[in-house]
């Protein structure tokens, strides 16, 4: 099996507040491979968006990498100095923020925004820099790009700043480009021509995807592999269709059963409770207390991953007893 693009490692990223440390990523483990779409899923405040951002090197403060590895094409991103990471970020890690009006700059043209990451990468002349601009529009299926390339944020549409933010992503040829919520806030129409535009850009770039997502419906449509997160720790891991068919994680069925479907009538079953307070999270299993097959021992013990058949892996100590059922 060949080495994989990126390996997560023990990670934990902590948030040193007034109220308390909150873990909001707390030893989570995964690889992505070269090639294949990865799915980071799970509720909000689930550590999905920390985690993307323990990986580029931006956390914003008062957060901070505690300890871990996060290895990326061979080299650990942790404890490299920024201007270190600078050189990866972009250049070989892409990014799209859940909300395209956060990462673009709202006095600055399309053309002077992608300029500016090719041209922090690569020396090349205004010209030179124009033509690749108008490569990336083309790429990113913006119409008539030439036109768009003096239009500012604000003059574009949703869908349309979104493409504009995933080209500003691909301007340095990135081999692997993480997704964070990539289609928050835009109606269905323009979604499925945003995930259409990953897969396409994905296979025809030969670049690998992280998809960060709530959505199981997306990650079914868009992904081989997903790691499952909840309250900062990973709860299974395993091939997309695996996850789909046979669920081995009570909180994994549970997000499964909450989605609704087109093509079958069923009623949507809502998962109790909420994700719990990071700063005083509970003991044990952080799933126990909304799980209803939770035994003495999930609020005593932390599970660990553990093997599970065919490349799959689980924290949850009653696995081997649960028939959570086929969802898809």
Not at 131 to 136: D, G, P
Not at 240 to 266: E, F, G, M
Not at 291 to 317: H, N, T, W
Not at 319 to 325: E, M, N, R, S, V
Request: glycine fraction near 8%.
């Amino acid at each position: 099996m060949a080495d994989p693009i990126l390996h997560v490692e023990d990670l934990k990223t902590y948030f040193f507040t007034e109220a308390g440390v909150v873990k909001a990523v707390d030893g989570i483990n995964f690889d992505v491979n070269k090639g294949e779409p990865l799915g980071l899923v799970g509720e909000s405040g689930s550590g999905k968006t920390i985690t993307a951002l323990s990986i580029l090197g931006v956390i914003p403060r008062p957060g901070r990498i505690i300890s871990g590895k996060i290895m990326f094409d061979g080299q650990d991103l942790v404890g490299k100095k920024d201007k270190d990471l600078r050189s990866i970020r972009g250049r070989r890690i892409g990014y799209v923020s859940q909300d395209p009006n956060s990462s673009l700059d709202p006095l600055m043209s399309v053309e002077s925004q992608l300029a500016e990451v090719i041209t922090s990468h690569e020396k090349m002349s205004k010209g030179e820099s124009r033509e690749r601009v108008l490569k990336l529009l083309n790429l990113v299926r913006i119409p008539e790009p030439e036109a768009r390339m003096a239009a500012y944020p604000h003059e574009l549409s949703g869908g349309m700043r979104q493409r504009i933010a995933i080209a500003r992503a691909l301007a340095a040829n990135p081999d692997l480009l993480i997704a964070d919520e990539p289609t928050t806030n835009l109606d269905v129409t323009i979604q499925a021509q945003v995930l259409e535009l990953l897969k396409s850009l994905e296979r025809d770039l030969g670049m690998t995807l992280i998809l960060i997502t709530h959505d199981m419906g997306i990650v079914a449509e868009m992904t081989k592999k997903v790691v499952v997160l909840y309250a900062g720790r990973v709860a299974e891991v395993a091939d997309t269709l695996s996850v789909y068919t046979n669920p081995k994680h009570p909180y994994t069925a549970a997000l499964l059963q909450s989605v609704p479907r087109v093509d079958r009538k069923k009623n949507l079953i809502p998962i109790p409770g909420n994700i719990p307070n990071l700063i005083t999270p509970p003991s044990g299993c952080r799933f126990h207390p909304r799980c209803s097959f939770m035994i003495d021992k999930c609020a005593a013990e932390i599970p660990g991953l553990e093997p599970c058949g065919e490349g799959r892996q689980v924290a949850c100590y009653r696995w081997k007893d649960l028939t959570l059922g086929k969802v898809a």
